[in-house]
């Protein structure tokens, strides 16, 4: 392979990179309220750095929650709570949605 063919290689590669940015992210959360299992906990948004300013909202909103909570005397266990969210952005899911009113079998008129 030339330098033609690795210049080119490297233009698609970033080309890839910058589409796979700018595809629809979903924040998602766990919490120990949950058993830390992973669930969606927002609306899509358009490209994953919003979807990372959305999260370190959220985040910050956790952080003033807790000091309030603080000042307040809530009890440790309260703390945890609030306190144990953990925030993530990931790719949301592609393809339309299952139907939950259809089933497998068919169904007489």
Request: overall charge neutral; hydrophobic content about 40%; aromatic content about 8%.
């Amino acid at each position: 392979m030339g330098a033609d063919g690795w210049r080119v290689a490297i233009v698609a590669g970033l080309i890839m990179v910058a589409a796979a940015d700018e595809q629809p992210h979903v924040i998602w959360r766990s919490s120990a309220v949950n058993g830390f299992t992973w669930e969606p906990a927002s609306r899509e948004y358009a490209s994953k750095a919003a979807c990372e300013e959305a999260a370190q909202s959220r985040t910050r909103w956790v952080t003033r929650t807790l000091g309030l909570m603080r000042r307040l005397g809530a009890d440790e266990t309260l703390q945890h709570t609030v306190g144990d969210r953990i925030y993530e952005c990931r790719p949301s899911l592609t393809g339309p949605a299952p139907d939950p009113f259809k089933s497998g079998a068919p169904q007489s008129p």
